[in-house]
C-alpha cells in the first residue's frame, strides 16, 4: 500500500475558492486539491458522480464533498493539518479505517499517516482542515482526539460550515481578508463551544467487526488465488455466518462480494494499462482468480459500463486511481 512519502498536493491561497463537478474517480482525485487520493477501488456504476467545494482561509480549509458512494481509496489529509470531518449525510455504511461513520459523527484525523475510506452508498462530508497557525487551544484539543470522534447532535457546526461554502464557493474572486478572518472566527468558536462540552469517544466493535476489519486490510493489501469465505473464516478463526454479518454491517457487502469486486478492479485496471496485441482478458481475468469468463464478463460490464474487451482495445486509456503498489502481493494462477 502506498506511503505517504512523496505524496503531492495543490494548495489554494488564502480566500480563493474552488468549484467542480465529477463524473470520474480521475476527475474527483484531480479536484482534490489539498487531500490527496489513491488506490481507487470501484464498488458501484457510476460511484464517483458528485461535487467538491472548498474555501481557504487564513489558518483553516473547508472542503465538501458530496459523491454517489460506492467507492474504496486511500487518502492523505492535508500536510501539517488536523482535520475535523463532519458527517452531513451517511445514506448507508461508511468507514474510515477502524471507524463505522454516521451521519452527525465529527471524525478526527491528521497528516501522519494514510487513511482508508470505504462507502456503500452516498455521503455528504464537510472537512475542516487546521494548519499551525490556527487557534492553540482548538490544536491542543483537537490532536488529543485525533482517530477519535465527537457528535454534531444538532447539526450546528455542519450547518454554519456547508453555508458558508453554499454562500462564498461560487464567488470568482478570492474572498477579502477581513471576511476570511470572520468566518474563521465563527468556525472555531462553534468548534471550541462543542469541544468544552463533550469529551472524544473512541469507536467500539463486535469481536466478529474487529475480525472482519482485519481481513478486509489483508484482502485489500493482498490478493492470491486461495481466496475464499471458508478459507478465511478458518483462518481468522471465526464462523462463516459471524463473519457474513460482521462484513455486511461494516461495508453493507457480502466478504465474497468484496473479494469480487476487488479482483475485477485490478482486472480493469491491467486492461487499461495493457495492450491487445501482448495479451488477451482470458489471460488476465484468469490471473486473477475468474474462471467462468460468462459470469466474469457480466460482472465486469455491470460495474464498469462496458464489455472487458472494449476496455483492452482502447487504445487511449484513462488513468485511473490504481497503482502497482496498491497491491503488495500477487499470484499467478496456472
Known amino acids: 500500500m502506498r506511503s505517504k512519502k512523496n505524496v503531492e498536493t495543490t494548495k ?73 470531518s463532519l458527517m452531513k449525510n451517511i445514506s448507508q455504511k461508511a468507514c474510515i479505517d477502524q471507524m463505522k461513520l454516521e451521519t452527525g459523527m465529527i471524525s478526527v484525523v491528521d497528516d501522519k499517516r494514510v487513511y482508508n475510506l470505504m462507502c456503500s452508498a452516498q455521503v455528504e462530508i464537510l472537512d475542516i482542515s487546521l494548519n499551525k497557525n490556527a487557534d492553540p487551544t482548538l490544536l491542543k484539543k483537537l490532536t488529543q482526539a485525533v482517530d477519535k470522534y465527537y457528535v454534531d447532535n444538532d447539526q450546528k457546526i455542519t450547518t454554519l460550515t456547508k453555508g458558508f461554502i453554499t454562500e462564498f464557493s461560487d464567488s470568482s474572486s478570492p474572498l477579502d481578508t477581513q471576511t476570511s478572518m470572520q468566518i474563521e472566527q465563527q468556525i472555531t468558536e462553534a468548534m471550541l463551544k462543542l469541544l468544552d462540552v463533550q469529551e472524544a469517544q473512541t469507536p467500539h466493535f463486535t469481536k466478529s467487526e474487529k475480525t472482519a476489519i482485519q481481513i478486509k486490510k489483508d484482502l485489500f493489501k493482498h490478493m492470491d488465488h486461495t481466496m475464499s469465505v471458508e478459507t478465511l473464516a478458518e483462518k481468522y478463526t471465526i464462523s462463516v455466518k459471524s463473519l457474513q454479518n460482521a462484513f455486511k454491517s461494516l461495508y453493507g457487502l457480502r466478504p465474497n462480494e468484496f473479494m469480487r469486486l476487488l479482483k475485477l478492479n485490478l482486472v480493469h485496471h491491467e486492461l487499461t494499462q495493457s495492450k491487445s496485441t501482448q495479451t488477451s482478458v482470458l489471460k488476465i481475468a484468469r490471473k486473477w482468480g475468474f474462471a467462468h469468463m460468462g459470469r466474469f464478463s457480466k460482472y465486469y460490464t455491470e460495474l464498469f459500463g462496458e464489455n472487458p474487451s472494449v476496455t483492452l482495445k482502447n487504445i487511449n486509456p484513462l488513468v485511473d486511481g490504481m497503482h502497482t503498489h496498491c497491491v503488495e502481493r500477487k499470484e499467478e494462477i496456472p
Not at 470520474?24 to 484531480?30: L, P, S, W
Not at 489539498?34 to 456504476?45: A, I, V
Not at 483553516?60 to 488536523?82: K, R
Open 12 to 84: 489554494l491561497k488564502k480566500g480563493e475558492t474552488l468549484k467542480k463537478e465529477f463524473d470520474t474517480y480521475v476527475e474527483m482525485a484531480e479536484n482534490a486539491v489539498d487531500w490527496t487520493l489513491f488506490c481507487s477501488y470501484q464498488l458501484k456504476p457510476n460511484f464517483s458522480e458528485g461535487i467538491y467545494k472548498i474555501l481557504q482561509l487564513p489558518s483553516m480549509q473547508i472542503a465538501y464533498t458530496n459523491m454517489e458512494g460506492g467507492v474504496m481509496f486511500d487518502y492523505v489529509a492535508p500536510e501539517e493539518c488536523i482535520t475535523f
